[in-house]
Nanobody, 127 residues
């Protein structure tokens, strides 16, 4: 069973930076696509970014392009989400998820396709 553990959330001022980490327990991300999603109160879960553990290919939501960077460590155990120029509208619970099936990158934004999810970490951006 794949277990994902997220760390790095917290309170940050607008314009600031924060890095989230998603650690794979008892496995590596080599054969997974790893995505970050977020959900604000009263809103649907939305795609943020994803990376292929195999190829390193990345994808971003338009709302975070140029501000967020997703990366995976050499050991393929941890996926990072570096968030810069944070805005109050970025406030949400952030979740990492892993999909074992190799898909076209256009499918990465569909949260229903991900098999494994972390517990989530709250990011709050104050104005």
């Amino acid at each position: 069973q794949v277990q994902l553990v997220e760390t790095g959330g917290g309170l940050v001022q607008a314009g600031g930076s924060q890095t989230l980490a998603c650690v794979a327990v008892r496995t590596t991300f080599t054969r997974f696509t790893v995505g970050w999603f977020r959900q604000a109160p009263g809103k649907e879960r939305e795609f943020v970014s994803a990376v292929s553990g195999n190829s390193g290919t990345t994808r971003y939501a338009d709302s975070v392009k140029g501000r967020f960077t997703i990366s995976i460590d050499n050991a393929k155990k941890t996926v990072y989400l570096q968030m810069n120029s944070l805005r109050p509208e970025d406030t949400a619970a952030f979740y990492c998820a892993a999909d074992y099936v190799q898909r076209d990158t256009s499918a990465w934004e569909q949260h229903s396709l991900y098999d494994y999810w972390g517990q989530g970490t709250q990011v709050t951006v104050s104005s």
